[in-house]
């Protein structure tokens, strides 16, 4: 069974549909010349971009995604509210695609994969299809049982727009624009990294059947989900770095939020996930270290390359029968 070289999608661009999407950027890019500039509106699309993050992680990725932690059910419509003025549409939409994605990891069905579709389709390409636009009702079934959070998913542009009337009540027109428009666009991308960067830069520390990475930078950027190779060897807990070095700042608002008693049960790696590494020879570390940062059709067919190899070996293996030793030393 060789792999297949060319991924079986298609990988249209829905141009009509997406003309919001690249309006919005236009508009954030050209509406900041036109208005008066203070360094205050570079302060709120800052704290605006990572109070969003925030809720992104913990609510959209860390709670309604994996389930990593316990809420109350209004602490939960919250958490869904918040997350959605981030305008990455509903919670179930994002939460089931993102179970999806754990499900197929880099393989031909995975909806975000920069080893399957290249950097691009994984980073953006996969939200200007229109492929993907309904909510994949059965990955979601735990929470699509909410009729609050249903009518969450179904109004999704009711939050943001919520938040960019408040900016404009507030501080005007230059506030919506930065931090609505400018804070909107960099937070779409900064939450783009984890599906496109942190499947090709970084380091490898599990063995993992996917290609996801380990990275401070991206850590620092969305607080936290950056160190998603741990999170693909181990979903299911609340906090991603596992180390102390790693910082997850997603992770020190959840134990915030604990002390206070408004989440609880957070779930964490045992030791023996943790420290899975440890047993792992010198030839799979070995391996790990050196997975070329190369991917779409590329590395596709350097897979494909290497299984047919591996095929001919244990075919030849199989014909000669046991390989004799000095055949096995000069490997
Ligand atoms: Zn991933
Ligand atoms: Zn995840």
Not at 246 to 266: I, P, R, T
Request: with cysteine; net charge positive; hydrophobic share 50%.
């Amino acid at each position: 069974m060789s792999q297949s070289v060319v991924s079986p999608r298609d990988h249209r661009i829905a141009w009509v549909q997406s003309i919001p999407f690249f309006a919005f950027h236009v508009f954030a890019a050209v509406a900041v010349f036109f208005v008066p500039f203070h360094w205050s509106y570079v302060v709120w699309a800052l704290a605006l971009y990572y109070l969003r993050m925030w809720v992104v992680t913990i609510g959209y990725h860390r709670y309604f995604a994996h389930r990593t932690f316990k809420t109350s059910r209004v602490a939960q419509f919250l958490l869904a509210f918040l997350a959605e003025t981030s305008a990455q549409k509903g919670v179930l939409w994002w939460a089931a695609n993102h179970r999806h994605h754990h499900r197929e990891s880099d393989q031909p069905a995975d909806v975000h994969s920069p080893l399957q579709d290249g950097f691009w389709w994984s980073h953006v390409g996969w939200i200007l299809s229109d492929r993907y636009v309904e909510t994949r009702e059965e990955a979601i079934r735990d929470f699509a049982r909410f009729p609050e959070l249903r009518f969450l998913n179904r109004w999704y542009l009711l939050p943001p727009f919520l938040l960019a009337v408040g900016l404009f009540l507030i501080g005007g027109f230059p506030l919506l624009v930065w931090g609505f428009f400018v804070s909107t666009v960099v937070l779409w991308h900064g939450t783009f990294t984890i599906n496109s960067l942190s499947h090709v830069f970084g380091s490898r520390r599990y063995r993992t059947t996917d290609t996801s990475r380990n990275n401070f930078l991206l850590a620092l950027v969305t607080c936290g989900e950056g160190w998603h190779n741990n999170h693909h060897y181990h979903q299911n807990t609340a906090n991603q770095g596992w180390f102390w070095w790693e910082v997850d700042l997603s992770f020190y608002l959840l134990k915030l939020l604990s002390a206070l008693g408004l989440v609880w049960d957070l779930r964490l790696p045992s030791d023996a996930v943790k420290y899975a590494f440890r047993k792992y020879s010198l030839e799979e570390r070995a391996e790990l270290r050196s997975e070329p940062a190369v991917f779409g059709k590329a590395r596709l067919a350097a897979l494909a390359a290497q299984a047919k190899v591996a095929e001919a070996v244990k075919g030849a293996t199989e014909l000669a029968g046991p390989a004799p030793l000095p055949v096995l030393r000069r490997r």
